[in-house]
Nanobody, 114 residues
């Protein structure tokens, strides 16, 4: 089993920044990818950013140029640096890890006020 613990969410004004962290522990073995997803009220969960084992990254079009995903392999931790936040970024953000099986964190609320 793998446990994912997220932190860093909160309330921020539009234009502000937040950094989310997700620490993985347990039977991690070889990680194929780690990612951040988000789900806003009444909407489907969507991929925000992914970082693969080789370091390749992909971003949703809506966050390109504003969000940066990074990973500390020694700490099995993935980060999401969010800048120029908009009210549309308000959502619960979930950490995701795939090591052959998918694992999800419990989610952390990000609220951006206008």
């Amino acid at each position: 089993q793998v446990q994912l613990v997220e932190s860093g969410g909160g309330l921020v004004q539009a234009g502000g920044s937040l950094r989310l962290s997700c620490a993985a522990s347990g039977s991690i073995f070889s990680i194929n990818a780690m990612a951040w997803y988000r789900q806003a009220p009444g909407k489907q969960r969507e991929m925000v950013a992914v970082i693969r084992s080789g370091g390749n990254t992909n971003y949703a079009d809506s966050v390109k140029g504003r969000f940066t995903i990074s990973r500390d392999n020694a700490k099995n931790t993935v980060y999401l640096q969010m800048t120029s936040l908009k009210p549309d970024d308000t959502a619960v953000y979930y950490c995701y890890l795939n090591n052959g099986k998918p694992y999800w964190g419990q989610g952390t609320q990000v609220t951006v006020s206008s």
